[in-house]
């Protein structure tokens, strides 16, 4: 998943989405950032050649509506979903309002009915063959992926499609088995779910949301993020072709409002919220007291540690996965770079190297390491955040390379010099830009890792095994990568500490938030 | 010289707060009477105020780390040493459910003996949960993967308003076995009960600030705890519908964990029911760590 080595080159892709060339001579003999001259920088004697996936093969409608009961509905209120790499509309969505919503939880609550007393074995079946249909079709749900959110193909292809399914195989053999989870424990399914999810994710985040809510026997009413409506609607054409009873999947389209009219819906027995710490506050005040179940999957500023003795090449790829993955959209990113003073210099030279390389462009190209940044809006958030960390006196660090003419892209940028304070040390800028801050010791890097409202991950670099135990426990995030960084799996529950939220998704503790434990 | 009399006039115990392994007084100064089912008065007890809170909140942070840290073996002893001087005390509790809690003689004794059987049965678990709710995870690359329990932090137990006893424990045992400090608020008919517990607590090998005990009114105190920013959690028994939303809405700031229950009756504290290892689950936070597994020449899963 993560962005591999490849010769050290400034992209300047042909590609549908074209891009000026740089000057690239300059990096011939000293790249910037390198202290030690290169003799030759292979990748400058030539480009990559344009891979860009054809898109030809992909259905989709270009005006959507909901679906509920079983059917896709129509709508109103029409917005548009842009691709953020041409800035071209992709399909138009409505957008549901507080009647659509009930409509919705009505029919999921009908079919709570059926689903709910179904016998697990079937229900497992059922979601084996979602698993099995999406497999099946997992190029067009990469290609539609990328198209609508931005993220590079080889992302969508490789990471996201690949564990949408394995997400509801995985939960698919739970649903028969669910009471040999908790020993001891009678268990029964909440009722009706609403699930609102963010655009980082589109499709994964749908069935981290789904997968564990069916195969425990409740339905849901599931909100995709407006900006990356696509892959939701062809989720719910699998759904409806694998023959689902209607109503236990409820999909609806809109912004925040629709959002609010499911958080405030009075049949819903169970929020879940995947997004930042801001709505997530507001769900929270929204719900309370009103006996509705809550998991919330929020913000993150996570640390990436980096001690002498790590293997710094490997610890500089993990870095550049820790933030660059995915454009920096990604609520778990080693946003934070904690390094070594020891090594500082050595790190940052190589990071400088290797952000060079990055080939920033075309989504839909197979060369492609970062894609668009996903909307408008969120590229201007990115820039006002790095701005800020200019004026505050960080030093910034950006990629040479060109960007395309169209659409959303941001350079990969870092910025040393970050002290504790600094809003790019303390705000989640969901972006591809790196904070790079320094400590002497492991208690020190304990410390300013933890000094954030945030716990959702870090990334603990060290060639010392009992040290790499001690960080782990002493860090206070609910994943934690040794040596490794932004890895995820269905079995491997993922959520946060402290303002990241609480509950989690994946394994046999993401059963949790939907079950009554008795 | 006039002959004296013999009778001798009762030593009356000042009932003060437990925080941070110390008994204070109040630092607000006020004081609530409690008395018996006769009316008569059975002590002036310390109405907490916010500052007391705060004082207890600090006390509980700072042993939190500490009492975490400790091997689930040196844990579970602790426990085990509490229903160990609760065994020795027993009498001295039986009576005063009697005298102060109007409990019948029979109700007093099923009381204290289920106090102490409990205690033993959340002692047995400091070692046992991690791997009841633990365990690594067969993910598909090639990573070394576990999830394991860890403690959240401080908690704040808003106890049971029955069972002056029995109740506590049954609230306050779960959060602690996971590694969490705690702040007790009592507010209930015979909160002296509550003080006499903390005595058995002090002289228990339990550190100083794991427990923290307040007695006052809980209604005065519920929006200062809903709002300090450095309570990880909420354990509300009781609460009502007003309470348990002004808690929630409170708790948003800094996206505490909250988990409210019902209050049972003081025989029904004495149920199978009233104890579970899923009593701990709402205390803990899941962490989940991966590590690359090298690829050693000749290696295999299976030989």
Same mark, same amino acid.
């Given at each position: 998943?993560?962005?591999?080595?490849?010769?050290?080159?400034?992209?300047?892709?042909?590609?549908?989405?074209?891009?000026?060339?740089?000057?690239?001579?300059?990096?011939?003999?000293?790249?910037?950032?390198?202290? #030690?001259?290169?003799?030759?920088?292979?990748?400058?004697?030539?480009?990559?050649?344009?891979?860009?996936?054809?898109?030809?093969?992909?259905?989709?409608?270009?005006?959507?509506?909901?679906?509920?009961?079983?059917?896709?509905?129509?709508?109103?209120?029409?917005?548009?979903?842009?691709?953020?790499?041409?800035?071209?509309?992709?399909?138009?969505?409505?957008?549901?309002?507080?009647?659509?919503?009930?409509?919705?939880?009505? &029919?999921?609550?009908?079919?709570?009915?059926?689903?709910?007393?179904?016998?697990?074995?079937?229900?497992?079946?059922?979601?084996?063959?979602?698993?099995?249909?999406?497999?099946?079709?997992?190029?067009?749900?990469?290609?539609?992926?990328?198209?609508?959110?931005?993220?590079?193909?080889?992302?969508?292809?490789?990471?996201?499609?690949?564990?949408?399914?394995?997400?509801?195989?995985?939960?698919?053999?739970?649903?028969?088995?669910?009471?040999?989870?908790?020993?001891? &424990?009678?268990?029964?399914?909440?009722?009706?779910?609403?699930?609102?999810?963010?655009?980082?994710?589109?499709?994964?985040?749908?069935?981290?949301?789904?997968?564990?809510?069916?195969?425990?026997?409740?339905?849901?009413?599931?909100?995709?993020?407006?900006?990356?409506?696509?892959?939701?609607?062809?989720?719910?054409?699998?759904?409806?072709?694998?023959?689902?009873?209607?109503?236990?999947?409820?999909?609806?389209?809109?912004?925040?409002?629709?959002?609010?009219?499911?958080?405030?819906?009075?049949?819903?027995?169970?929020?879940?919220?995947?997004?930042?710490?801001?709505?997530?506050?507001?769900?929270?005040?929204?719900?309370?007291? #009103?006996?509705?179940?809550?998991?919330?999957?929020?913000?993150?500023?996570?640390?990436?540690?980096?001690?002498?003795?790590?293997?710094?090449?490997?610890?500089?790829?993990?870095?550049?996965?820790?933030?660059? !993955?995915?454009?920096?959209?990604?609520?778990?990113?080693?946003?934070?770079?904690?390094?070594?003073?020891?090594?500082?210099?050595?790190?940052?030279?190589?990071?400088?190297?290797?952000?060079?390389?990055?080939?920033?462009?075309?989504?839909?190209?197979?060369? #492609?390491?970062?894609?668009?940044?996903?909307?408008?809006?969120?590229?201007?958030?990115?820039?006002?955040?790095?701005?800020?960390?200019?004026?505050?006196?960080?030093?910034?660090?950006?990629?040479?390379?060109?960007?395309?003419?169209?659409?959303?892209?941001?350079?990969?940028?870092?910025?040393?010099?970050?002290?504790?304070?600094?809003?790019?040390?303390?705000?989640?800028?969901?972006?591809?830009?790196?904070?790079?801050?320094?400590?002497?010791?492991?208690?020190?890097?304990?410390?300013?890792?933890?000094?954030?409202?945030?716990?959702?991950?870090?990334?603990?670099?060290?060639?010392?095994?009992?040290?790499?135990?001690?960080?782990?426990?002493?860090?206070?995030?609910?994943?934690?990568?040794?040596?490794?960084?932004?890895?995820?799996?269905?079995?491997?529950?993922?959520?946060?500490?402290?303002?990241?939220? !609480?509950?989690?998704?994946?394994?046999?503790?993401?059963?949790?938030?939907?079950?009554?434990?008795? | 010289?006039?002959?004296?009399?013999?009778?001798?006039?009762?030593?009356?115990?000042?009932?003060?707060?437990?925080?941070?392994?110390?008994?204070? %007084?109040?630092?607000?100064?006020?004081?609530?009477?409690?008395?018996?089912?006769?009316?008569?008065?059975?002590?002036?007890?310390?109405?907490?105020? %916010?500052?007391?809170?705060?004082?207890?909140?600090?006390?509980? %942070?700072?042993?939190?780390?500490?009492?975490?840290? %400790?091997?689930?073996?040196?844990?579970?002893?602790?426990?085990?040493?509490?229903?160990?001087?609760?065994?020795?005390?027993?009498?001295?509790?039986?009576?005063?459910?009697?005298?102060?809690?109007?409990?019948?003689?029979?109700?007093?004794?099923?009381?204290?003996?289920?106090?102490?059987?409990?205690?033993?049965?959340?002692?047995?678990?400091?070692?046992?949960?991690?791997?009841?709710?633990?365990?690594?995870?067969?993910?598909?690359?090639?990573?070394?993967?576990?999830?394991?329990?860890?403690?959240?932090?401080?908690?704040?137990?808003?106890?049971?308003?029955?069972?002056?006893?029995?109740?506590?424990?049954?609230?306050?045992?779960?959060?602690?076995?996971?590694?969490?400090?705690?702040?007790?608020?009592?507010?209930?008919?015979?909160?002296?009960?509550?003080?006499?517990?903390?005595?058995?607590?002090?002289?228990?090998?339990?550190?100083?600030?794991?427990?923290?005990?307040?007695?006052?009114?809980?209604?005065?105190?519920?929006?200062?705890?809903?709002?300090?920013?450095?309570?990880?959690?909420?354990?509300?028994?009781?609460?009502?519908?007003?309470?348990?939303?002004?808690?929630?809405?409170?708790?948003?700031?800094?996206?505490?964990?909250?988990?409210?229950?019902?209050?049972?009756?003081?025989?029904?504290?004495?149920?199978?029911?009233?104890?579970?290892?899923?009593?701990?689950?709402?205390?803990?936070?899941?962490?989940?760590?991966?590590?690359?597994?090298?690829?050693?020449?000749?290696?295999?899963?299976?030989?």
């Amino acid at each position: 998943m993560a962005p591999g080595p490849r010769p050290l080159r400034c992209t300047s892709k042909d590609t549908p989405v074209t891009a000026k060339k740089t000057t690239k001579s300059k990096k011939t003999t000293k790249p910037p950032g390198s202290d #030690t001259p290169h003799a030759l920088l292979y990748g400058d004697l030539w480009d990559y050649a344009p891979a860009p996936e054809s898109t030809g093969h992909t259905r989709f409608e270009k005006k959507y509506g909901h679906f509920i009961g079983g059917e896709f509905v129509a709508g109103k209120d029409h917005f548009k979903s842009i691709n953020p790499a041409t800035e071209e509309p992709i399909a138009e969505f409505a957008s549901a309002d507080a009647a659509m919503v009930d409509k919705a939880v009505k &029919a999921a609550r009908k079919a709570h009915k059926v689903w709910g007393k179904m016998r697990g074995s079937e229900r497992a079946k059922y979601l084996f063959r979602i698993a099995r249909m999406i497999q099946e079709r997992s190029r067009e749900l990469a290609v539609l992926e990328s198209m609508d959110g931005g993220k590079p193909i080889r992302e969508s292809r490789d990471v996201d499609i690949p564990l949408v399914a394995a997400h509801f195989f995985h939960y698919a053999g739970w649903a028969d088995k669910l009471e040999y989870a908790f020993p001891g &424990a009678r268990v029964s399914s909440v009722g009706v779910a609403g699930q609102i999810i963010p655009w980082n994710f589109p499709l994964l985040m749908a069935a981290w949301k789904i997968a564990p809510a069916l195969a425990t026997g409740n339905t849901v009413v599931l909100k995709p993020a407006e900006t990356t409506p696509l892959t939701a609607m062809k989720l719910a054409e699998i759904i409806a072709e694998a023959g689902l009873p209607p109503g236990v999947v409820n999909i609806v389209n809109g912004a925040g409002k629709t959002g609010a009219a499911i958080v405030d819906h009075p049949d819903i027995d169970k929020i879940a919220f995947t997004g930042s710490t801001d709505v997530g506050k507001i769900i929270q005040r929204a719900i309370a007291g #009103t006996g509705k179940r809550l998991t919330l999957e929020l913000g993150g500023k996570g640390a990436n540690i980096i001690f002498a003795d790590a293997a710094i090449d490997q610890a500089v790829e993990g870095i550049i996965n820790g933030i660059f !993955f995915n454009q920096g959209h990604v609520c778990c990113a080693g946003s934070r770079l904690l390094v070594q003073e020891s090594v500082h210099d050595e790190v940052v030279a190589k990071l400088k190297l290797r952000i060079e390389s990055l080939i920033v462009g075309d989504p839909l190209d197979k060369n #492609t390491d970062i894609g668009a940044i996903n909307s408008k809006e969120q590229l201007g958030r990115i820039k006002a955040l790095v701005d800020a960390g200019a004026s505050e006196g960080a030093t910034m660090h950006q990629s040479s390379c060109a960007l395309p003419d169209r659409g959303y892209f941001f350079r990969p940028t870092f910025f040393t010099g970050v002290s504790q304070s600094h809003r790019i040390a303390q705000e989640e800028i969901f972006g591809p830009v790196l904070s790079v801050l320094t400590f002497r010791t492991p208690d020190e890097a304990v410390a300013k890792a933890n000094n954030t409202p945030y716990g959702l991950s870090a990334g603990v670099w060290t060639d010392k095994g009992s040290r790499l135990f001690e960080m782990a426990g002493a860090l206070r995030a609910g994943v934690i990568w040794g040596n490794t960084f932004n890895k995820f799996d269905p079995t491997s529950p993922f959520g946060g500490y402290k303002e990241s939220g !609480f509950g989690r998704e994946g394994g046999r503790q993401g059963l949790l938030p939907y079950l009554e434990v008795r | 010289m006039s002959k004296e009399t013999t009778s001798r006039i009762n030593v009356l115990k000042t009932y003060k707060l437990y925080i941070g392994g110390a008994f204070p %007084r109040t630092e607000s100064g006020r004081y609530d009477r409690q008395t018996n089912a006769k009316g008569d008065l059975v002590a002036n007890i310390c109405r907490a105020s %916010r500052k007391d809170f705060r004082n207890a909140m600090v006390a509980a %942070r700072k042993a939190q780390r500490g009492w975490a840290a %400790r091997s689930a073996f040196n844990r579970s002893q602790i426990l085990y040493r509490m229903a160990e001087m609760l065994e020795s005390r027993s009498a001295t509790f039986e009576r005063a459910l009697e005298d102060a809690a109007g409990y019948k003689k029979k109700d007093a004794a099923a009381e204290v003996a289920t106090a102490i059987d409990r205690l033993v049965w959340y002692a047995g678990w400091c070692d046992k949960f991690t791997q009841l709710f633990g365990n690594t995870n067969p993910v598909a690359s090639a990573h070394f993967n576990f999830t394991f329990p860890e403690a959240m932090g401080v908690v704040t137990v808003l106890a049971p308003k029955s069972a002056p006893l029995l109740g506590l424990i049954s609230t306050f045992a779960p959060v602690i076995v996971g590694g969490n400090s705690t702040i007790v608020v009592v507010d209930n008919d015979a909160p002296t009960i509550a003080i006499e517990l903390a005595e058995v607590l002090a002289t228990s090998d339990l550190p100083g600030g794991v427990v923290n005990i307040l007695t006052g009114r809980r209604d005065e105190l519920t929006p200062h705890i809903g709002s300090h920013m450095d309570l990880d959690a909420i354990f509300a028994v009781g609460s009502d519908k007003d309470e348990e939303r002004a808690l929630s809405i409170a708790a948003t700031e800094s996206i505490k964990r909250t988990k409210f229950i019902d209050d049972r009756s003081a025989s029904e504290w004495r149920d199978a029911d009233a104890q579970s290892p899923y009593m701990i689950l709402p205390f803990i936070e899941f962490k989940t760590a991966w590590h690359p597994i090298g690829g050693v020449a000749g290696g295999g899963g299976a030989y």
